[in-house]
Nanobody, 122 residues
């Protein structure tokens, strides 16, 4: 069965950085787009970044463009999200997910991890 396990969340001050990781198992990792999706309290889920199967193409939400970088290591079956210049509005639970195509809308993602909390203090 597909299993996605996120790590790397925590509490950071505004302007700081965090690197999230998502370890995958139970799937042919290099055959799938992977994405990072976040959900803040009281808000809808927002897809923030996606990467295609070989890592050659990426997409970013406007809200994180220039600050976040998605990458993947297909040997380690892991996808990463490097988050720099963090803002309080980046506070959310961050999920990694397996995508059907390279796209941002959350409806294209059908397997999700349990999430990792990111809290940015002002």
């Amino acid at each position: 069965q597909v299993r996605l396990v996120e790590s790397g969340g925590g509490l950071v001050q505004a302007g700081g950085s965090l690197r999230l990781a998502c370890a995958a198992s139970g799937l042919t990792f290099n055959s799938y787009t992977m994405g990072w999706i976040r959900q803040a309290p009281g808000k809808e889920r927002e897809s923030v970044a996606a990467i295609n199967e070989n890592g050659g193409s990426t997409l970013y939400a406007d809200s994180v463009k220039g600050r976040f970088t998605i990458s993947r290591d297909n040997v380690k079956k892991t996808v990463y999200l490097q988050m720099n210049s963090l803002k309080p509005e980046d506070t959310a639970v961050y999920y990694c997910a397996r995508g059907a195509i390279l796209a941002l809308p959350t409806r294209y993602y059908n397997y999700w991890g349990q999430g990792t909390q990111v809290t940015v203090s002002s």
